[in-house]
């Protein structure tokens, strides 16, 4: 059973433009049945349109939820995932390298998300849903796609389409969709993972780090500098009583 997902925001990748070979398709939709925006619609708004696409996933397809954050206490990137299908369910959680951009850590989700599909039974589709908008517009715009992680995901399309039809849907976050909210509540759980594994950080997240550290050594010169004036206050002070 395929689905027939055309809807507003979705850009089909024909056999002369697309990255992905084979005779299925590849749809990037970047919106819901109709136009909304995140920041204005209320989630009683959101959430129908949200369920009915969702719904009208055909049952036996796999459906992979993922979701990339950042612990801003620490700059640690997390990612979650929940991978259902009719019969089958996975959970993954895990942190990414420190200083990882949300931006990133979202397209890592996706990434591994896609990577962990060959521990399920074949089927016709698969959707990936993700409320990181900028991903999946990101991916839509192959030719230029440049990054190492973009660039493993566009590579995984290629192998999963030779024989599924694949979707990569943006869905609303915060709006109580229950299987994205595994997706989330997985990706602060990898907060707590020891583990943290090692990958080349890209140029952005290369300054993030080392703002934070001149930030860090900033803080202790200006503390350095205050005791030296204390110092030098009570010293004079003593001085002039005697």
Not at 145 to 163: F, H, Q, Y
Not at 189 to 195: C, N, P, Q, T
Not at 224 to 235: D, E, H, N, P
Request: some cysteine; proline content about 4%.
């Amino acid at each position: 059973m395929q689905s027939n997902h055309q809807h507003s925001g979705a850009t089909p990748l024909d056999t002369e433009q697309r990255p992905v070979g084979g005779s299925a398709w590849c749809f990037f939709h970047t919106n819901l049945p109709v136009h909304v925006n995140k920041q204005i619609d209320h989630p009683t708004y959101l959430i129908p349109l949200t369920l009915e696409i969702i719904n009208d996933i055909p049952v036996d397809a796999v459906k992979v939820y993922t979701d990339g954050s950042r612990n801003d206490s620490d700059c640690t990137g997390l990612i979650g995932i929940y991978i259902k299908t009719h019969n089958q369910e996975l959970k993954i959680q895990r942190r990414n390298p420190n200083f990882c951009s949300v931006f990133r850590s979202e397209l890592i989700a996706i990434d591994e998300g896609l990577d962990s599909l060959s521990s399920f039974s074949c089927s016709n589709e698969i959707w990936t849903l993700t409320d990181s908008r900028s991903s999946i517009q990101h991916l839509a715009n192959w030719h230029r796609v440049r990054d190492n992680t973009g660039m493993n995901i566009l590579n995984k399309l290629k192998s999963l389409s030779v024989s599924c039809r694949i979707h990569l849907q943006w869905i609303p976050s915060h709006v109580n969709i229950q299987r994205n909210e595994i997706a989330d509540a997985l990706a602060k759980a990898g907060a707590d993972d020891a583990s943290v594994p090692f990958a080349p950080l890209t140029y952005l997240e290369l300054f993030s780090r080392a703002k934070s550290r001149n930030k860090t050594t900033g803080s202790c010169i200006t503390g350095i500098r205050v005791l030296y004036q204390v110092a030098v206050y009570q010293l004079t002070a003593a001085y002039a009583t005697k």
